[in-house]
Structures are given as C-alpha cells and as structure tokens.
C-alpha cells in the first residue's frame, strides 16, 4: 500500500519564507434566502501590512479546461475596514479589485455570488440545497496562493449539514481550514438535507453524498464502487488519501463529472439507474473521475503543476490525462465485475464508431486537440466534426492502442497499466509535473521499442488509427454494420425541433455541402413531397447512390430548392468481432487482457 505522506503546494514552499507577515484569511459563506439564488460572501483579512489589497476572481477551475468567467456571476462588492467604515476601492478589470488600504488594518470584504447553474464546474443553490465549487464563489490575494484559509458555511436552517473533503476545524461550527488556495478551489461544499452513505474500503473512509431524488439504489452504488475502488488501488498500489468524498447530484438530464484530489463531483439522470447500459454508464463516470485523483491531481503535465487561475494553461497532454483516463473507465468495471467481456467491446466499440463517425479526426490531431480545448471542445459550432476531434474520445483510443502494443511485445506481463504505475512513482507521489518528452519515454520504456514514429502518426499527426493491426495479435477484428437496406450518404444531420426539420451538420465535401445545403436550414421536403427527420432514412432508401433528388429547404427564410446527388452507403456503426479462426497466441492474448476465453464471444 502506497504510504500517505503531505506534500507542500509550489505556493507554499515559495512563500513560507516571509511567514510572519502573513495575512490572516476568513471566508464566510451564508445563504438566508435561498429561494433568491444568492450566495453572501465575506472575506475577513486580519493583519493586513500593505496599502493596498488585491482581489481576483478565477476564471476557470481546474479539471475543466473553458474560460468561464465566474466574475460574471459576483455583484454588490463592497470593502470596509474594523470599524466599519468604507474603504476606497476600484476595478481594475474583469476580475480584478484593488482595495485602499492601511498598515495592520483588518479588511472586510463583501460581495454576493448568483448561483443557478447546476453543473459540476458552478455553483447552485435554491430551497432544496446549496453547492458551490470555490474557484466560483471565492477571491484570491495575488502572491498569497500560499496561505491558509479557513471557510465558515452558515446554513439557512438548522436541518441543513455541509459535507466538503477539507478538514474541520475543531471548536469552530461549521469551519473548515484549506491549507492554501488551491486546495480550497480543490474542495467543493454541499449544504443541505442531502443523504450520506459511509463505507470503508481498505481502511481509508468513504462518503456518498446523494442530492435528489430517482431511481437509484445506494447499497448497489457503494457496494459497486467498492469494487471500483479496490481495482484502482491495485493498480497503483493503495490509496492515497484518508477519507473521500463522491458528491452525487442527480438531476433531470444532466451528465458530467469533475475531478478533485480528496473527492469527486458527479451529476448524473435521476432515473437513469435502472437500465443496464444506463447504470453502467454511471458506473463508467465513476471510474473516470475516481481515476482522476491519481492521473490529473497528481500525475499531471508540467503546465498545470501551478496553476494560473488568471487564464488558459495550454498542455498539449491532455489526450492522455483525459483519454487514458476515459480508456480505463471502460476497463475498470470490467475488472471489477460488473460487465463482462462482450459488454467492455460493445462500449469500446461505440467510442470507434464515435471516432470514425466524426470527420475532424483526419484535420486536428489529438496533441493540437489538447492545446486547443481552451477554445474548441467546449465552444461548439456548426463545423465543429469537421475540423476537430475531442481528446477524450481520441485519447482513449489511442491508450488502448498503445496498452494492446505493451501486452501483445511481452506477452502480457507488461500493459499500460505499468505505465501509469511507473508515472505514479516517478510524478505523481512528489507531484512534479512531466513534460510531453517525459510523458513519451515513459510510455516507450515500458513499451520497450522507440516510439517516434507512433507519436508523430497518431498523436501529433492525424492518420488513421489501424484498428486492425492492433486487435489481430488478440483475435479480433473491426467490423463494419449497415443496418438492413443501406442508405444512400448524403451529409448531413437532419433533427426535429419545435415542430421543424432543422439541418444540424453538414459534412465537409459531402453531397449535401457540394448541394449548397447548410447547417440551420430547414428541411421541408425530396422531390417534392414533404419529409420528416423521423421518415428521413427510410425515404432515402427509394434511392440509389448516383441518382439526383431535388432538396426543398428554407435557408435563412428563403424558399431554396437544390439537386444532391447522393453517394455510396457509410457504415452506421462498428463492431469489434472474434477472427473465425485464431491460434494459441491470439487466444493466450485475449485472455491475459479481458480476463476470459474468446470462445465465450462467440457463444454469446
């Protein structure tokens, strides 16, 4: 078991030479209305030497890679010295505030937060609870990252409890201690009547905070993320922590989950835990953010060892830390037994089907995906799949390329799950972010061959993944589906909204974009008769690839009427196979990976 040891933050070891003079740092955060949305705010600055204090807000939270300007969200800013007398201030910029002040003064801050997105990455509050992530909802003082802050929540009703990974402070109702500031924006609070599920797994403590009512069943959850637990410890060898917190709120479409080093943020459907797929989607999240607090909070790119909560920090490493990640949250529940083989294939071969089906693989390459999420993989638009591809999706299919590369050159004594061992050891224990040329040889030294060429394709370049190549040494094969009669390829993405046929997407270099068909265009009718998005398909099968149709459209409210002449078939989706025939090799393979016999695919 990995031995539990503290590491001081960059921030802190730079500024406890001038420890004397530092400022005492006091939030309190209370809510006595919370209909109204309204988070209050006070931050106390007791010993206070400079005159002047500044003020900043983050505009983004680590895990979650978007400019979001919380500043957007704070109003009523106001700052008053001990006796209550205002102090002089001004703005300075979109999140910046610069306070007058004078020597050994105590300052008093206030301002007000509105808090009614219910995201993982925001802040909600409203009659039934409050949550709140501390990047949106918290200042920092410039050059002061390093110092202790304490958190006193004053919930609006005496039933109201606050659960948040920091630790209490003892004698002090409801206050917490953060040892500086990244650990406070580390640390989400929950406040209200929440349920908690306590549970124990080799011997650190365990919470589950539920939020909502559905259809989910809490002694299945925990006892499924016990499992979820053991097989994460065992790949890196124990858990790091003493007690964790997974906060899960349960809403009426939402999805999403972030990651933090002594807890996780997961929002997920209310009635989404029924249906097996469903249930082991949620299981999927589970296993991403939890593997998280080792890849991500500890082993992490060099760009993101401290943090700049002032703007983007570009990595271009983010195809692994999310893909790999993503690789293993298929992998995981599979190990702990809650799917079986054909399962873990059926949902690998639905994220190649979302790869292959997304045109913007062959134009943007995982490494400049990375370094571009800032300003793409969270800002859609119309031509988003042609010109870009999420590193999630693309980096989890890499990483099991690369985890099919280790297994198959040594037989499976070695995967990637000694890369990830050997990350641990080598930057996630002392948290020393790698570079990409540390990231790289680490992976090639477990691989055991030279992986320029590997890199400079698949990662930095935009060729195609040869699927096949690498599944063959398992007994597997990528197989095309067309469901039933093919339909001729047109382009584009027809979706019914508000009783109209709206184009949502249109393939670069497809029928439909050669047609002067764009996104936003309202489909009305083929060759003169009115169609549907629902009959859209199956009107398609009149046709034959090579013949013309005319297409009725509104574009921009005006009555257009085009030809398209419609191409070969696409495949719908793929499927991973068993190879009808396979030797001893292949077979050895596939179950040093999957854990089973590859006859057990074929009689399923």
């Given at each position: 078991m990995t031995e539990v040891t503290q590491y001081?933050?960059?921030?802190?070891?730079?500024?406890?030479?001038?420890?004397?003079?530092?400022?005492?740092?006091?939030?309190?955060?209370?809510?006595?209305?919370?209909?109204?949305?309204?988070?209050?705010v006070v931050l106390r600055v007791g010993g206070w030497q400079a005159s002047v204090l500044d003020l900043k807000m983050p505009v983004w939270t680590p895990g979650s890679y978007l400019v979001r300007e919380y500043a957007k969200h704070l109003q009523e800013f106001s700052a008053e010295d001990a006796d209550e007398r205002p102090l002089p201030w001004q703005k300075l910029s979109k999140n910046h505030w610069q306070i007058q002040t004078v020597p050994n003064a105590k300052v008093i801050v206030r301002y007000r937060i509105f808090a009614a997105e219910l995201t993982v990455r925001t802040n909600h509050l409203d009659q039934s609870h409050g949550y709140f992530n501390p990047a949106a909802v918290f200042c920092y003082l410039p050059g002061y990252e390093g110092v202790p802050v304490r958190v006193t929540v004053m919930p609006p009703k005496p039933k109201w409890q606050v659960v948040t990974p920091l630790p209490p402070v003892p004698?002090?109702?409801?206050?917490?201690?953060a040892k500086d500031f990244?650990?406070?924006?580390?640390?989400?609070?929950?406040?209200?009547?929440?349920r908690i599920y306590y549970f124990d797994v080799e011997g650190r403590h365990h919470e589950l905070v539920i939020w909502g009512q559905g259809n989910e069943q809490p002694s299945r959850i925990v006892q499924d993320m016990e499992q979820i637990i053991k097989v994460e410890s065992q790949i890196f060898g124990g858990l790091p922590y003493d007690r964790y917190v997974f906060f899960l709120?349960?809403?009426?479409?939402?999805?999403?989950?972030l990651e933090h080093k002594y807890s996780c943020s997961l929002n997920y459907p209310r009635l989404g835990f029924r249906p097996p797929d469903q249930y082991h989607r949620f299981l999927q999240l589970v296993a991403h953010e939890f593997f998280h607090l080792w890849n991500v909070k500890r082993i992490r790119p060099k760009a993101l060892e401290v943090f700049d909560y002032e703007g983007e920090n570009y990595t271009p490493s983010l195809w692994f830390c999310e893909g790999a990640t993503s690789y293993y949250d298929l992998l995981i529940p599979l190990r702990a037994g809650i799917y079986d083989p054909k399962t873990?294939?059926?949902?690998?071969?639905?994220?190649?089907?979302?790869?292959?089906?997304?045109?913007?693989?062959?134009?943007?390459?995982a490494s400049e995906s990375s370094w571009d999420a800032w300003i793409k993989l969270y800002r859609?638009?119309?031509?988003?799949?042609?010109?870009?591809?999420?590193?999630?999706?693309?980096?989890?299919?890499?990483?099991?390329?690369?985890?099919?590369?280790?297994?198959?050159?040594?037989?499976?004594?070695?995967?990637?799950d000694d890369v990830m061992r050997n990350l641990w050891q080598e930057f996630g224990i002392p948290e020393i972010g790698f570079t990409p040329e540390q990231l790289q040889a680490a992976i090639a030294n477990v691989a055991g061959i030279n992986l320029d060429e590997f890199f400079a394709k698949y990662i930095?370049?935009?060729?195609?993944?040869?699927?096949?190549?690498?599944?063959?040494?398992?007994?597997?094969?990528?197989?095309?589906?067309?469901?039933?009669?093919?339909?001729?390829?047109?382009g584009w993405t027809v979706k019914a909204e508000n009783g109209k046929q709206l184009i949502k997407f249109v393939q670069s270099d497809s029928p439909a974009e050669m047609a002067g068909i764009n996104p936003d265009d309202e489909l009305l009718a083929i060759n003169g008769l009115r169609v549907t998005a629902e009959q859209l398909s199956e009107r398609l099968k009149d046709f034959q690839p090579g013949e013309t149709i005319s297409v009725t459209v509104f574009h921009q409210d005006e009555l257009l009427t085009t030809s398209l002449t419609l191409a070969p078939p696409r495949?719908?989706?793929?499927?991973?196979?068993?190879?009808?025939?396979?030797s001893l090799a292949q077979e050895s393979n596939f179950k040093g990976w999957l854990g089973s016999e590859l006859a057990s695919l074929r009689q399923a």
């Open positions: 001081s933050s960059p921030r802190s070891t730079t500024i406890e030479a001038s420890a004397p003079t530092l400022p005492n740092l006091h939030y309190q955060v209370s809510m006595p209305n919370p209909e109204s949305h309204i988070f209050e004698g002090e109702a409801n206050t917490f201690l990244d650990t406070l924006v580390d640390s989400p609070f929950e406040i209200g009547t929440h709120h349960l809403s009426a479409s939402g999805y999403g989950g873990f294939l059926q949902n690998l071969s639905k994220d190649i089907t979302r790869l292959l089906a997304t045109p913007g693989r062959l134009v943007q390459s859609r638009d119309a031509n988003s799949d042609n010109s870009q591809i999420s590193y999630y999706i693309k980096g989890a299919m890499i990483s099991l390329l690369l985890d099919l590369l280790i297994r198959q050159r040594h037989h499976n004594s070695r995967s990637l930095h370049g935009t060729e195609e993944l040869p699927f096949d190549d690498y599944l063959e040494p398992f007994g597997l094969q990528l197989q095309p589906v067309e469901n039933g009669h093919s339909v001729p390829f047109t495949p719908s989706s793929y499927r991973i196979v068993p190879m009808k025939q396979c």
